[in-house]
Every structure is written in structure tokens, then in C-alpha cells.
């Protein structure tokens, strides 16, 4: 579906990309406590060791990426180190604000849906900087029933006005920023009907 979404349907050129997914060890689909350990910002200082133990390891995930993963694909594809994009959910999403926080410069854009950054009382925020390069795309999305409480471990998430809000933030920081609200979606899915969207804004950024 990918490489033919790359497909510029006038011009009919083509897109290159390499698509690389870091998953896990194990028979689950989803480790969802690794998950959790890698993707998040680093815990204040005062923060028990039972939540050491349990999330803060975003800056090593970052390390492993850059060293290790980079690496690897360094030595088996050509990789234009200049025009990379990131794309999270949830807590993955959270991962890449802290990676546009903190190095902004690492990718050129994030596509990021349904951001977790009710986590640790927007932790993630204490990182949100004054200004960032130009250059950068970012893309925020939520599901339209992400809005809605229906769950009590949900209402205070507020994960589509949160989302809103950053993008107004970002905007007024001079970001090329945009939001996109997927009707009939919720958190589960999202992501699914984000990757369309992400795919072809993409080809467009790519085949400027």
C-alpha cells in the first residue's frame, strides 16, 4: 500500500522510501511494558524506582536508534540522512514530541498520532522549546471518539484537545504544523487511518 500511495498520480514518479519497524522479541504483537520503558521522557529526579523500573528510557531508545539501527541500515541500504520521518502512536508518538523537543534536527518530520502527553502531568511539555529549525513538517492527528470520555482511566487524557492545543503551540512557534481529526476513529484505530494521510503528504514533501 505504501509504495503505491508514493505514486504521483499525475507525474506518475515515484518516491523511493525504506519503511522500518522496531518491534520486539517474543509472541506478543505488542509489548506494551517495553513499550512504555522505551518511548517515555526521562522521570524527574525525586520519581520512585518502581516507576524507574517501569518507564523514562527515551534518550537510550534514542541512543539504539541512532547507533545501532542507523548502523545496520547504514550498511545495507542507501539512506538520505537529510529527509527522515518518524512516526508514532500513543506512547510512540509521545516518544517523537520528546525526539522534536530535544533534537529537533534528528528527523525532518513527524507524523505523530494520538500523542500521549497526559503522561506524568504532560512531562513531556517541560521540554517544549522557544523556537525550532525551519525545514521541519510535523503532523498531529487524534480519532474523533478519542474526545469522548467513555472510560474512567480516559477523562483526564484529553487526548484530541491536548493534541489541538500543541498544534496551535507549535504554530504560533513558527512550526509547519498541522492537525488532522479522523471521523469514526478512536484510539485503537487512528493510526490506521493516519498512515494515508502521512504516507501522501510524504510523496508530496519528498517530490518537492
Not at 498520480?9 to 512504555?36: E, F, M, N
Not at 530535544?102 to 503522561?119: A, D
Amino acid at each position: 500500500m505504501a509504495q503505491s500511495l508514493l505514486i504521483n498520480p499525475i507525474t506518475k514518479s515515484h518516491a523511493a522510501c525504506l519503511i522500518v519497524g522496531i518491534g520486539y522479541t517474543g509472541g506478543t504483537i505488542r509489548d506494551l511494558s517495553q513499550r512504555a520503558l522505551d518511548y517515555t521522557p526521562p522521570l524527574p529526579d525525586n520519581a520512585p524506582e518502581s516507576e524507574r523500573k517501569q518507564y523514562g528510557q527515551a534518550d537510550r531508545f534514542s541512543h539504539f536508534i541512532d547507533d545501532e539501527l542507523s548502523a545496520l541500515l547504514d550498511g545495507k541500504y542507501r539512506i538520505d540522512t537529510q529527509n527522515q520521518a518518524v512516526f508514532g502512536h500513543s506512547f510512540g508518538a509521545l516518544y517523537g514530541l520528546y525526539s522534536l523537543f530535544t533534537r529537533p534536527e534528528r528527523f525532518r518530520h513527524y507524523l505523530l498520532v494520538s500523542p500521549s502527553i497526559w503522561w506524568q502531568d504532560r512531562r513531556v511539555l517541560d521540554w517544549l522549546p522557544g523556537t525550532l529549525p525551519q525545514g521541519i513538517g510535523i503532523r498531529l492527528g487524534a480519532g474523533e471518539h478519542e474526545g469522548r470520555n467513555n472510560r474512567p482511566d480516559q477523562t483526564s487524557r484529553g487526548m484530541v484537545a491536548q493534541a489541538k492545543i500543541l498544534a496551535g503551540t507549535l504554530h504560533h512557534l513558527g512550526a509547519d504544523v498541522r492537525f488532522t481529526l479522523y471521523p469514526n476513529a478512536n484510539h485503537g484505530n487512528a493510526p490506521f487511518y493516519a498512515l494515508t494521510d502521512c504516507i501522501e503528504y510524504l510523496r508530496n514533501a519528498w517530490q518537492r
